[in-house]
């Protein structure tokens, strides 16, 4: 690309024929770095650069660009400017600096929030990503009625977070919940799953692992289905078993797709909100128990932003939490890097 | 073939008992939506539905503090609104990035895809002061703008055009003295409708069920579904029933799109599975 740049000026004339036989991104470079040509110049691909297209291409990409800077970028840049000061819902606002950051370091709160936010994504994801994994390869399997299978893991994906706190938290309630219930089939006293620290985090990964493994397991699926079958067969006829077969081919085939699960879920798992929000009712829902057991880092920015009206504190949070989700998905990324040297 | 078969059963086994497990939670919804109150104590607790399921549905849509009709019309607006405008947004600009030469035209896609990686959500405190200047804190319209495109839809769209739309079609449209965007319209979008339409389908289910950001912003007056719903479970009743209820009528209209188009879904994240 950069050798093309150059080139350019250079050749103007004989440009399009020395583009034809070029990967097809240098195109663009071309159309900038050439001088203005009212003919329409063919590609080998059949597209023609005319000065319609020149206008045409960027009004259509526009509304994305021009919708996303407004309601997507903007807010994610100006949440650092606004975490550098005191600001109030009324847009009464003192520059403190760093005050805030070193205000969030001294915050109880905020440990307590990290730790019940990364204690629930590794216990939520390790096992999901386990199960996804497995699902995949039954789902895999040479099967009738593939749709339906397919179909049914997916179902609780459909159902929205708001439906699936409340519909676990009746399940998982103390006196009359049927998970208690059926616990006391096998001698388990009632449990009071907000009560508790392990309690509301077990309850809380079980929600969000309900909802994602399935389509992380289609996600897998996908990956699987474009491994050659031949593969397997020749493993086979070296006597590797499907426990062999599944840790020395499947997984590290699916390195890619692992990792870009993963760091899906990071994203998603650290910003966690609906079902622990929903697990407790009451006016005090956002702290998440009574001792802030189960409150996690968007619940406590919630709370810091729209109860205590602190903006500038909040967006504090919030740009440590996109720290923290790089951090974990940068540490993440190493790991799925690892597991190449399982085999 | 007679011993595949004993290799197929215990595959086939572990997948009905996983189907029954993601089932199980919204069967158990339906059996205490169509029971009254009372059976919430019950012990053991219920396991088949009841007959009051009218009953309990009325006293949800009758319900004088959470307006939950409203709030069905509230979502079905702002999730068609939303499809429609990242359906054509997404199919525009997908074919611009596959099919014309434009100045920026590769660094554009390239930010296309790692706005995609970026918790957008996290600039939630700037949108909802920018919503409040803009006088729309509160309405519906502050929950439809910031999703009125979708970098997943321009991607997916992007790569859609690219294996299904020959150059040769855009010479020959060309040739013929359309305009662009004609061709677009006339020749591009008629060969999209399968993946547009897989767009649309996932595109309404993630705003159906969206959550944070219209919990935040909406007012009483003007809840979605969903936001209804979390008022209704928010511990202002212990009516579990009348709850539940209310549930059904947040997760039913999608399961029936999901049971017509299903196929299409499953197809729709398969293929969004292989992009990645």
């Known amino acids: ?343 | 073939m007679a011993a595949s078969r004993f290799r197929i059963r215990p595959a086939v086994v572990m997948l009905a008992v996983v189907t029954a497990v993601s089932a199980f939670p919204l069967y158990f919804m339906v059996v205490m939506a169509s029971r009254p109150n009372e059976d919430i104590t019950s012990v053991p607790p219920p396991l088949w539905p009841g007959d009051r399921l009218m009953d309990n549905v009325d006293r949800v849509l009758g319900n004088p503090d959470v307006t939950f009709e409203q709030a069905l019309v509230n979502s079905v607006v702002v999730s068609l609104v939303c499809t429609v405008s990242v359906v054509f947004f997404s199919c525009l600009a997908g074919f611009a990035f596959a099919k014309l030469r434009f100045v920026g035209r590769q660094p554009l896609l390239a930010f296309v895809l790692i706005t995609m990686m970026v918790p957008v959500q996290l600039g939630m405190i700037p949108l909802y002061m920018l919503m409040s200047k803009l006088h729309l804190a509160g309405q519906l319209p502050a929950v439809m703008l910031p999703f009125l495109v979708s970098a997943f839809g321009v991607f997916l769209m992007r790569q859609y055009v690219v294996q299904s739309v020959p150059d040769e079609l855009l010479e020959a449209a060309r040739l013929d003295g359309a305009s662009i965007f004609r061709t677009f319209w006339y020749v591009v979008m008629p060969i999209l409708r399968p993946g547009a339409a897989v767009l649309a389908l996932l595109t309404f289910m993630e705003r159906w069920n969206d959550f944070l950001w219209p919990y935040l912003v909406l007012d009483v007056e003007h809840p979605t579904v969903q936001v209804a719903l979390s008022r209704l479970a928010g511990g202002y009743y212990t009516d579990q029933a009348l709850i539940m209820a209310g549930t059904l009528l947040g997760v039913v209209p999608l399961l029936l799109v999901f049971l017509l188009f299903g196929r299409q879904i499953v197809g729709g994240i398969l293929e969004g599975g292989l992009k990645s």
């Not at chain 1, 994610?76 to 847009?91: C, E, I, K, P, R």
């Open chain 1, 1 to 343: 690309m950069p050798d093309l740049r150059r080139a350019e000026p250079v050749l103007p004339g004989s440009s399009s024929g020395s583009r034809a036989g070029l990967a097809v991104p240098s195109g663009e470079t071309a159309v900038m770095a050439s001088p203005p040509d009212p003919r329409p110049r063919r590609r080998r691909s059949g597209a023609v650069v005319s000065r319609q297209e020149r206008i045409a291409g960027p009004l259509f990409v526009s509304p994305f660009f021009l919708v996303f800077a407004a309601f997507g970028l903007f807010p994610v840049v100006f949440t650092l400017w606004v975490s550098l000061h005191d600001w109030s819902l009324l847009g009464d606002r003192t520059w403190v600096g760093l005050d805030n950051y070193r205000a969030l370091v001294e915050d109880d709160h905020f440990w307590n929030a990290l730790t019940n936010t990364l204690g629930i994504f590794v216990l939520a994801t390790v096992p999901q990503l386990l199960m996804a994994l497995g699902l995949a390869a039954l789902l895999n399997e040479k099967i009738r009625a593939r749709t339906f299978w397919r179909m049914g893991v997916l179902l609780p994906n459909i159902t929205s977070v708001a439906a699936v706190g409340i519909i676990f938290t009746l399940l998982f309630a103390r006196d009359f919940g049927l998970v208690n219930w059926t616990l006391g089939h096998v001698g388990v006293d009632p449990i009071g799953w907000q009560d508790h620290r392990w309690s509301s985090w077990l309850a809380i990964s079980i929600m969000v692992d309900w909802r994602w493994t399935g389509y992380n397991a289609l996600i897998f699926l996908a990956a699987l289905q474009a491994v050659p079958r031949d593969i397997y067969e020749a493993a086979e006829i070296d006597g590797a078993n499907a426990w062999r077969q599944f840790w020395s081919i499947t997984v590290p085939l699916l390195r890619p797709t692992i990792l870009f699960v993963v760091l899906v879920s990071t994203i998603g798992g650290i910003q966690l909100f609906t079902e622990p929000l929903l697990f407790n009712s009451g006016a005090n829902a956002i702290t998440g128990g009574t001792t802030r057991q189960f409150q996690t880092l968007t619940m406590y920015l919630y709370e810091k932003a729209f109860t205590g009206l602190e903006f500038g504190y909040a967006s504090t949070i919030a740009w440590v939490m996109f720290l923290v989700i790089a951090v974990v998905g940068l540490v993440n990324a190493l790991l799925v890097r690892r597991l190449r040297s399982v085999d």
